[in-house]
């Protein structure tokens, strides 16, 4: 099997993006945490929209299936909550982040260093998917994407917000 070139990679990412922003993300179960929300609706996503790419030797490693592999900057072990890897080169990271009531600024900023260190450490490129939970109400049935802001060329932070 052959490795994917630069540009297969850079249409890889591109289209990573296109996928997650086109999806609604269901509500958190009551008390579920990013973890659980992870292994329930991001990784089958993405292990769903792997199969679609008919990419050989393309595997997806997250919460809920296989542990995603450590990438370590200066001693510090980081894991990803959801990797896509062609064989053992590392292709996409994803690291998912609820934005509660009491510190969105700390979720928010860990999901931005996150992703930028996944980048750094060796994927190719990293998504970071911010679920916005800070006012969530009654009437609201999930999870649309809102807006990203770019950090590099392969780092890209989603939010998304509720919706009724």
Request: charged residues 20%.
């Amino acid at each position: 099997m052959n490795s994917l070139t630069n540009s297969q990679i850079e249409v890889l990412f591109s289209k990573a993006l296109d996928s997650i922003i086109a999806n609604v993300l269901p509500l958190p179960g009551d008390g579920e945490k990013e973890t659980a929300f992870t292994q329930r609706v991001v990784l089958p996503f993405v292990t769903d929209w792997v199969k679609t790419l008919n990419v050989g030797g393309l595997h997806v490693r997250g919460d809920g299936g296989l542990n995603p592999l450590a990438v370590v900057w200066d001693g510090i072990s980081l894991y990803p909550d959801v990797t896509v890897m062609q064989f053992h080169a590392r292709l996409v990271s994803y690291e998912v982040k609820f934005l509660k009531p009491e510190d969105p600024g700390g979720s928010l900023t860990k999901a931005i260093g996150q992703t930028l260190m996944y980048e750094r450490a060796g994927f190719a490129s990293s998504i970071g998917v911010i679920v916005d939970c800070r006012k969530i109400q009654p009437a609201h049935i999930g999870f649309r994407y809102s807006e990203s802001f770019q950090l590099t060329d392969h780092a890209t932070i989603c939010i998304f917000k509720p919706i009724a």
